[in-house]
């Protein structure tokens, strides 16, 4: 699949600093560190669009890109990179600051198509993944689990891990939300991603 075109078009806390919401939009969430800066870089093929730092919690605002496919293709859209949860060594004050930023876009950006959820495989199910997807079931917002760093173990242990996940999910969910598993280094899942927001695309605005 050929890379795209994207740029960044801003960074703010408060709906007056957002773009227009003008084409359907993809917001990406997870834990500090799951690696969604390296997702989304992955996703469009630039190397160096959304910045990518070891140091967790470096992500403050909701930040935008725009994408578009290769010419001739004719789809447009937004992602949103949100800031991370779960980074303990912020300020109280901080993290609240942020989880009510979070909140109110992902409650009111009246172009958001999804949130994709990214979910480091490698982990046991972390109750604040847990908490995040009980919230957006209960808000009725629409989402995806995007399990993130798949090549960093092997094939038994990536499937080990995900069924883990589903069996805690269905504790509390009759029907499991739709599954991606990425990895950032390799590409896999990209085209799942991708053809997936084309097919979102394709009914904006029907």
């Not at 403050?60 to 992602?79: I, Y």
């Not at 009246?110 to 979910?119: A, G, T």
């Not at 993130?148 to 269905?170: C, E, G, W, Y």
Request: include cysteine; glycine fraction near 6%.
């Amino acid at each position: 699949m050929e890379n795209l075109k994207a740029e960044h078009l801003g960074s703010g806390r408060e709906p007056k600093h957002w773009p227009k919401p003008s084409l359907p939009e993809y917001a990406f969430i997870g834990r500090s560190n799951v690696g969604k800066s390296s997702l989304i870089n992955m996703l469009v093929g630039i190397h160096r669009l959304a910045r990518v730092s070891n140091t967790p919690g470096r992500t403050r605002n909701v930040e935008h890109f725009k994408v578009e496919a290769p010419k001739g293709k004719g789809q447009q859209w937004m992602l949103a990179d949100l800031p991370g949860y779960g980074f303990a060594k912020t300020s109280k004050a901080e993290r609240a600051t942020w989880e009510a930023m979070i909140r109110s876009y992902l409650r009111e950006r009246e172009n958001l198509q999804c949130v994709f959820l990214l979910v480091d495989v490698r982990l046991e199910p972390q109750q604040n993944d847990l908490d995040m997807i009980q919230w957006l079931g209960a808000e009725s917002i629409p989402f995806v689990i995007v399990f993130t760093k798949s090549d960093k173990l092997k094939q038994p242990s990536i499937v080990s891990n995900v069924a883990l996940f589903k069996r805690t999910l269905k504790k509390t969910w009759d029907t499991l939300p739709h599954l991606i598993i990425t990895s950032a280094e390799d590409g896999k899942g990209r085209e799942d991603v991708l053809s997936f927001i084309s097919d979102v695309n394709s009914r904006w605005g029907s």
